[in-house]
C-alpha cells in the first residue's frame, strides 16, 4: 500500500505543470463520467423495466442538488473530451509536437475550449434550474 | 565480521578507465568492479571536447604527429615510449570504441567527425589539425555510457557505491582490497590475484577546480600510505578556460571552433604568447599567460578573469583574419546556429549558470585546477613500478587519471586523457588477467581489515575542536595562491608548513554521524585526510623542482632545465616525511626542443 | 539574500519517522541549490546525507525534489526558484535509505531491461574502421544520447509513483537511442520488451518526465515515437 | 543519402491488449465527441431534465435514428469508460492475481450493464407511451 501513499503524496503534492494537472483532471473527469454513465444506463432502463419508478427517477434529477452535479457532469464531459482530442490528436497525428510549449500551450488552450463550451451551458442549466426549483425569472 | 570475496581481478573505480580494463579483464579471469560512485557518475562523463586520434577522416594525419604533438605538449617530460605506443593504439581504441556503439558525431560521408584542439598540429605546416573525435561536446559522457552499457552486455559483476580504503600488501605482492559498502557500512575484504586502480584524480584540493567532488585522490593516497611512490605530483594542469568562480569547464573545442580570448582591453593577447597557434595553443601556455596578463593589470575589473568571445562576429572577424578555412577549402564562417549544434551542453552551463547566451555574449572564464598528470607509476602495461629502476610490483595495476605512465609528462594535451584512459584501460585489464591466470592468490593478511578500522577509529576519536569543512576551505585556498598556476619558493614552503599544520589540527576533527548507513560525513573525512596528504606531496614535489615545465611554472625559476630537470620525481610518504627520488625520461625519437606555439 | 531551507531528515538507524530540519542563511541568489546544502554539512549538520559528485549536472548523481518538483540540485540556481524558502525532499517513488539517499537498485534494474546498448553481430566493416553512419542517421537519436541516468524523470511520473514495475521515461529514453540507431540491430526486441504491460501503454503523457529532465531531452516525444514503431512496425 | 544503406528492418511485432486498448481508447474517444457531447448537449443542456418525463424519453428512444445513436453511445462510450477504469485498475493494483479478479469483475459489470442498456434501448417501442 505504500504505493498507494506514494501516489497520493505525488498527485497532490508534486508541483507538476500543465500536464500534471491535464492528466490528473482528464483521470477524475473521465472516472466521474464512467460512474454518472453507469447510473444512467441503469436509470434510463427502468423506462422499460419498471417505467412507475422512472418518474421518481426524475424527481431524483429534477432535485437541486442533481441539478447541481449536472452542471459538474457537463463540465467533467466536456473537459474529458477536448483533453481526449487533444491527446488523440497528438499522439496519432503529431507524434513529434510533444515538447515542453506545445504541451503547456495545448493544456491550457483545452481549459479555454472548455470553459468557452462549459460557460454558457451551465449558465443556462443553473437560469433553469433557478426557475424550476425555485421559481425564479418567473418560472 | 567481514565478508570476504575472491576474484581473480578486481577494479577499484568505474570510470572509463576502469570499465575498460573491467571489460578486457573479464574476457579471461573472474572480475569484479568495486566502485565508490554508480559508475555512470564517474567524472569520465564531465568530459567534453574529444578523443584524440590520428584517423585522419578529415584532412591528412598520422599517428606520427600526434606522438610528436604530445611529446612537446609535455614539455618532454612524457616517456616517448609510452606515448608513441598510446597514439598508435589510439587510432585503433577510437574505432572499437564506434563497434562498442559510440555515437560519434558524423561527417557528411557517415565518418567520424573531428575537430581541431590545442596542441595537436599538422607537423609539416605548424597548423592546427582535426584530430579529435568527439560526439558534440559530451564525448566523455558517451564513451561512459558506452563502456557501461557494454559492461551490462556482458554481465560484469559490479559493487556500485563500494569505496575502497585500503590495498593489501603481503611480502611484496598484492593480495587484494578492503572496500567499505555505503550502504551498510560495513568492511569487505577483496581478496584478489590482481588489483587494478583507476580512481581518477584529485584536483579538489584546489579552490577553483572542474573537478567533482569525488576527485580527492583516494588511489594515490591508498597506495602511497602501503609505501608505493607518487610520481609527478607537481605537474598539474590548470584549464585556462573555467567559468568564473565555479571553475565549470568550458572546453577547449569553443576555441577549436574559433572562440577567441580577450583581456579587458578587448586585446586578442594570446598574439603575443603563441604567435603561430593563438588561442589553441596548448593550456598551460594559456593558464600562464593569463597569469601574467592579470599581474600586468589586463585582467577583466582587476577580478583575475578573461573573456571568451564564441559569438559569431567575432568568431568570423577573426577566421578572416587568421585566413582559417573548411576542409573544402572555402573559407571557415559560422552562425549561430552552427555553434550552437556543436557545444550545446556549454551554451546550456553559460545559460544555467551565468544566464548568458554565448552566441551573443563573451563567457568569463579563469584558470581552474583540471587534471593530475601526476600519479601512481606505471609502464605501458598499467603495472605499477615503485622505484627508480622500475621495478614491477606483482599484481598491482593501474590506469586512467590515477596514473602516471607518463604520456602526459609535465603538461596534458586536450583530448589526450581520453585516449589515454582506453588505451590503458584496455591494456591493463588485458595484462592483469593474464597475470591472474598464471599466479596464484597471495593468502589474506590475518586482520586483513586492521588498518581501516584504525583509520576509522581515529576519525571518530578526535577531540572535536577542529570542524573538517574549516580544514578543507584553508586547504583549497592555499593551494590555489600558493601551489596553483605559478608558483614561487617562498609561497611553496608557505604553502607545506600550513598543510603540515592543517594535517595537525586534522587530528581534531571528529566525526559527528556515529551511524553506519551511508555515513557520508565519516567518507568524506576520510577524504579531506587523503586530499592533505596529495597535497603536501604536491608541494614538496613542486619546491624541489627548481625549473619551469608545462604545468609547473615557478615564477623563481622561469626557464626549463633540461640539464638538471629532465627526469621524473618520484615522492614516498614515510611515515610523516615525504622522501624524494628522480628517475630518467624515456627519449626514443625525440630530443628536447625549445618549445613554442 | 536570507532564506528558510527546509530538509528532509531520515537516519533508519535513529528515526522512526522522517523530520524536516530547518537551516536559517544568508545566500547568493546565484548559489546552487547543491551549494546550500553544502552549507547545511560545512556550517549546521556534518551529518547530512547526499549524494554529489560534479557539481555541473553532468553525472546525476544528486536529483531531489525541490519545492515539491525533481531538479538536479546543482542545476537550479536559488534564484530559479523565485522564493525565500526553499524545501528538499528525496525522490519519490523510491525507497528512501537515508536523509536524501534513496535506493536506485529498482531504477537501474528498468534500466537493464530494455537492453541498452548496442547490438549487431554482423561483420565489422573489412577494413576495421568504423561503420558508417550520416548525420541524418545520426540525428534521429541525438537527443536521447544525453540521458545521465539521473532518474528525475521516472520518480516524477504518476505512472512510476503508483507502479514501480513499469519501466518509466528513463528506461524508454534508453531504449529509443538504440531503437533509432542506423547501427543496431536489435529494435525488434526492445519494442516488444516496451509493448509489455510495463512498458509504453503505461504512459499517460502527464509530461511531468519532461519538465524534469535537467538534460532537456523530448522524453515524451521519445515516448510517442517509440509506440509510433511499435503500432508501425517501423523504425 | 544513406551510406549505411540500411534495409529497412521488418519488425514483427506481437499484437497484444495493451495495444489495441491504446488505439481503441483514442478512436472511441474521437467517436465519442459527436455522440457523447451531442448527446448531453441536448438532454442536459438544451432540454433539461425539466422538460424530460417518461413520455418524452419513449417517444425519443423508440425513433430509429435516436435509437442508432443510443446504441452506438451505449457501445462505445461505455466501453471506452469501463476500459479507462480497468487502467486505472491497472495502476494501483500489482497483484496479478487481484488484478484478474477485479478484471474480471468489471467485465461483467460492464456486460450486465450493457446488455441491460441494450434491451432497453432495443425493446422500447411507440405502444409503451401512456
Ligand atoms: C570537465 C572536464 C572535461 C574534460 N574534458 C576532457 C576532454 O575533452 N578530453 C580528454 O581527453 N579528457 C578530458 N578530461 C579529463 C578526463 O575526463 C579525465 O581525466 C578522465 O575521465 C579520468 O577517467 P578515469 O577513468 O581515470 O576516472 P573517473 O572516470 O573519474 O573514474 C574514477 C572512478 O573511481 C571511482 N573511485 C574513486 N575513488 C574510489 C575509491 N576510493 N573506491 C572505489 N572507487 C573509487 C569512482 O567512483 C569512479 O568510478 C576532462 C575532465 C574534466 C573534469
Ligand atoms: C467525449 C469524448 C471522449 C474522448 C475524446 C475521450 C478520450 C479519452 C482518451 C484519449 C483516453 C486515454 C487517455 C490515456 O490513455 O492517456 C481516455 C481515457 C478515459 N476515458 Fe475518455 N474520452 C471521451 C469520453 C469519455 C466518456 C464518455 C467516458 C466515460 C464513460 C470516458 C471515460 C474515460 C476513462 C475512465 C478514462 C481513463 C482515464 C485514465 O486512464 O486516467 N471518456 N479518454
Ligand atoms: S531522461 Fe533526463 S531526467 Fe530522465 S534519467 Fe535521463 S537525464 Fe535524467
Ligand atoms: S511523466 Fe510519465 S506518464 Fe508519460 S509523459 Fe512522462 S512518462
Ligand atoms: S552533482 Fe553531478 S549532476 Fe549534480
Known amino acids: ?139 | ?597 | 539574500m536570507q532564506i528558510k531551507l527546509r530538509v528532509f531528515r531520515f537516519d533508519p538507524e535513529k528515526d522512526q519517522k522522517p523530520r524536516f530540519d530547518t537551516f536559517f542563511m544568508d545566500v547568493d541568489p546565484n548559489d546552487r541549490v547543491l551549494d546550500l546544502l553544502e552549507y547545511v554539512k560545512a556550517d549546521f549538520d556534518s551529518s547530512l546525507a547526499l549524494r554529489r559528485s560534479c557539481a555541473h549536472g553532468i553525472c546525476g548523481s544528486d536529483a531531489m525534489r525541490i519545492n515539491g518538483r525533481n531538479y538536479l540540485a546543482c542545476k537550479v540556481l536559488v534564484k530559479n526558484l523565485h522564493s525565500d524558502q526553499i524545501t528538499v525532499e528525496p525522490l519519490l517513488g523510491l525507497r528512501v535509505i537515508k536523509d536524501l539517499i534513496v535506493d536506485m537498485e529498482p531504477f537501474f534494474e528498468n534500466y537493464r531491461s530494455v537492453l541498452p546498448y548496442l547490438i549487431n553481430d554482423e561483420a565489422l566493416p573489412e577494413d576495421g574502421k568504423e561503420r558508417l553512419q550520416t548525420p541524418e542517421e545520426r540525428d534521429r537519436f541525438e537527443d536521447t544520447t544525453k540521458c545521465i541516468l539521473c532518474a528525475a524523470c521516472t520518480t516524477s511520473c504518476p505512472s512510476f509513483w503508483s507502479d514501480e514495475r513499469y519501466v518509466g521515461p528513463a528506461a524508454i529514453v534508453n531504449a529509443h537511442r538504440f531503437i533509432f540507431d542506423s547501427r543496431d540491430r536489435a529494435a525488434e526486441r526492445r519494442l516488444n520488451i516496451l509493448n509489455q504491460q510495463i512498458g509504453v501503454w503505461r504512459c499517460r503523457t502527464a509530461f511531468n518526465c519532461t519538465e524534469a529532465c535537467p538534460r532537456e531531452i523530448h522524453i515524451t516525444t521519445a515516448i510517442a515515437e517509440v509506440k509510433q514503431a511499435i503500432l508501425s512496425g517501423k523504425v | 543519402m544513406s551510406v549505411t544503406a540500411k534495409e529497412p528492418e521488418k519488425i514483427r511485432i506481437q499484437k497484444n491488449f495493451d495495444q489495441i486498448a491504446w488505439m481503441a481508447m483514442r478512436y472511441s474517444g474521437v467517436l465519442l465527441i459527436p455522440l457523447a457531447f451531442g448527446h448531453m448537449i441536448l438532454q442536459d443542456v438544451v432540454v433539461g431534465v425539466h422538460q424530460i418525463t417518461t413520455d418524452y424519453a419513449v417517444e425519443r428512444m423508440a425513433t430509429l435514428g435516436w435509437k442508432l445513436y443510443d446504441i452506438f453511445l451505449l457501445a462505445f462510450a461505455f466501453g471506452h469508460g469501463m476500459n479507462g477504469v480497468r487502467q486505472v485498475f491497472r495502476d494501483y493494483i500489482h497483484n496479478p492475481r487481484s488484478f484478474r479478479i477485479v478484471s474480471s469483475i468489471l467485465f461483467v459489470v460492464w456486460l450486465v450493464i450493457s446488455v441491460i442498456g441494450a434491451i432497453t434501448l432495443l425493446a422500447i417501442n411507440p405502444a409503451m407511451g401512456r
Request: hydrophobic residues 40%; aromatic residues 10%.
Open chain 2, 1 to 597: 565480521m567481514t565478508n570476504i570475496h575472491q576474484y581473480d581481478v578486481v577494479v577499484v573505480g568505474g570510470g572509463g578507465a576502469g570499465l575498460m580494463a573491467a571489460m578486457y579483464a573479464s574476457q579471461r579471469a573472474k572480475t569484479a568492479v568495486i566502485s565508490k560512485l554508480y559508475p555512470v557518475r564517474s567524472h569520465t562523463g564531465a568530459a567534453q571536447g574529444g578523443i584524440g586520434a590520428a584517423l585522419g577522416n578529415l584532412e591528412e594525419d598520422s599517428p606520427e604527429w600526434h606522438t610528436f604533438d604530445t611529446v612537446k605538449g609535455s614539455d618532454y617530460l612524457g616517456d616517448q615510449d609510452a606515448i608513441e605506443f598510446m597514439c598508435h593504439e589510439a587510432v585503433q581504441a577510437v574505432y572499437d570504441l564506434e563497434h562498442m556503439g559510440l555515437p560519434f558525431s558524423r561527417t557528411a560521408d557517415g565518418r567520424i567527425a573531428q575537430r581541431p584542439f590545442g596542441g595537436h598540429t599538422n607537423n609539416v605546416t605548424k597548423k592546427p589539425v582535426r584530430r579529435a573525435c568527439y560526439a558534440s561536446d559530451r564525448t566523455g559522457h558517451m564513451i561512459l555510457q558506452t563502456l557501461y552499457q557494454q559492461c551490462i552486455k556482458n554481465n560484469i559483476l559490479f559493487y556500485d557505491e563500494f569505496q575502497a580504503m585500503d590495498l593489501l600488501l603481503v611480502d611484496g605482492k598484492v593480495a587484494g582490497v578492503v572496500a567499505v559498502e555505503l550502504a551498510t557500512g560495513e568492511l569487505h575484504v577483496f581478496h584478489a590475484k590482481a588489483v587494478i586502480f583507476a580512481t581518477g584524480g584529485h584536483g579538489r584540493i584546489w579552490e577553483i577546480t572542474s573537478n567533482a567532488y569525488a576527485y580527492t585522490g583516494d588511489g594515490c593516497a591508498i597506495v602511497a600510505r602501503r609505501g608505493i611512490p607518487l610520481e609527478d605530483m607537481e605537474f598539474f594542469q590548470f584549464h585556462p578556460t573555467g567559468i568564473y568562480k565555479l571553475g565549470i569547464l568550458i572546453t577547449e573545442a569553443v576555441r577549436g571552433e574559433g572562440g577567441i580570448l580577450f583581456n579587458k582591453k578587448g586585446e586578442r593577447f594570446m598574439e603575443r604568447y603563441a604567435p603561430t597557434i593563438k588561442d589553441l595553443a596548448s593550456r598551460d601556455v594559456i593558464s600562464r599567460a593569463m597569469y601574467l596578463e592579470t599581474r600586468a593589470g589586463n585582467d577583466v575589473n582587476g577580478q583575475r578573469f578573461f573573456y571568451l568571445d564564441v559569438t559569431p562576429e567575432t568568431v568570423n572577424k577573426y577566421a578572416e583574419i587568421d585566413g582559417r578555412t573548411r576542409p573544402d577549402g572555402t573559407p571557415y564562417r559560422v552562425t549561430a546556429q552552427e555553434i550552437l549544434s556543436k557545444i550545446p551542453d556549454i551554451a546550456d552551463f553559460c545559460q544555467t549558470y551565468l544566464g548568458i547566451d554565448p552566441t551573443r555574449q563573451p563567457i568569463p572564464v579563469q584558470p581552474t585546477a583540471h587534471y593530475a598528470m601526476g600519479g601512481i607509476p606505471t609502464n605501458i602495461m598499467g603495472q605499477v613500478v615503485i622505484d627508480e629502476q622500475n621495478t614491477v610490483l606483482p599484481g598491482l595495476y593501474a590506469a586512467g587519471e590515477v596514473a602516471c605512465v607518463s604520456v602526459h609528462g609535465a603538461n596534458r594535451l586536450g583530448t589526450n586523457s581520453l585516449v589515454d584512459l582506453i588505451v590503458f584501460g584496455k591494456h591493463s585489464g588485458i595484462h592483469a588477467a593474464e597475470f591472474a591466470l598464471g599466479a596464484d592468490f597471495v593468502p589474506l593478511p590475518a586482520d586483513p581489515t586492521e588498518y581501516v578500522r584504525e583509520q576509522i577509529s581515529r576519525l571518530h576519536a578526535g577531540s572535536g575542536k577542529e570542524k573538517a569543512a574549516a580544514i578543507a576551505r584553508e586547504m583549497k585556498a592555499e593551494m590555489f595562491d600558493h601551489v596553483g598556476v605559478f608558483r614561487t619558493q617562498e609561497g611553496l614552503e608557505h604553502a607545506i608548513q600550513k598543510i603540515r599544520e592543517l594535517q595537525e589540527r586534522f587530528k581534531d576533527v571528529r566525526v559527528t554521524d556515529s551511524g553506519k548507513i551511508f555515513n557520508m560525513e565519516l567518507l568524506q573525512t576520510w577524504e579531506l585526510g587523503n586530499m592533505l596528504d596529495l597535497a603536501l606531496v604536491t608541494a614538496q614535489s613542486a619546491l624541489a623542482r627548481t625549473e619551469s615545465r608545462g604545468g609547473h611554472a615557478r615564477d623563481d625559476y622561469p626557464a626549463r632545465d633540461d640539464v638538471n630537470w629532465l627526469k621524473h620525481t618520484l615522492a614516498w610518504m614515510d611515515r610523516d616525511q615525504i622522501r624524494l627520488g628522480y628517475k630518467p625520461v624515456v627519449i626514443t625519437k625525440y630530443p628536447p626542443k625549445e618549445r613554442t606555439y
Open chain 1, 1 to 139: 500500500m505504500s504505493n498507494l501513499k506514494t501516489t497520493l503524496t505525488g498527485y497532490t503534492g508534486y508541483r507538476g505543470r500543465e500536464g500534471h494537472w491535464a492528466f490528473l483532471l482528464h483521470r477524475i473527469t473521465g472516472l466521474g463520467v464512467v460512474l454518472f454513465l453507469a447510473i444512467h444506463i441503469l436509470d434510463t432502463s427502468f423506462v422499460y423495466f419498471a417505467p412507475q419508478l422512472y418518474d421518481e427517477v426524475l424527481k431524483v434529477y429534477r432535485s437541486t442538488l442533481f441539478g447541481i452535479g449536472e452542471v459538474v457532469l457537463v463540465f467533467c464531459l466536456f473537459y474529458h473530451g477536448v483533453n481526449g482530442i487533444r491527446i488523440a490528436y497528438l499522439d496519432l497525428l503529431a507524434p513529434k509536437a510533444w515538447t515542453i510549449e506545445k504541451t503547456r500551450r495545448s493544456a491550457y488552450l483545452v481549459l479555454v475550449i472548455t470553459l468557452v463550451l462549459w460557460v454558457p451551458s451551465a449558465g443556462y442549466m443553473i437560469y433553469n434550474l433557478l426557475r424550476h426549483n425555485f421559481g425564479m425569472f418567473g418560472g
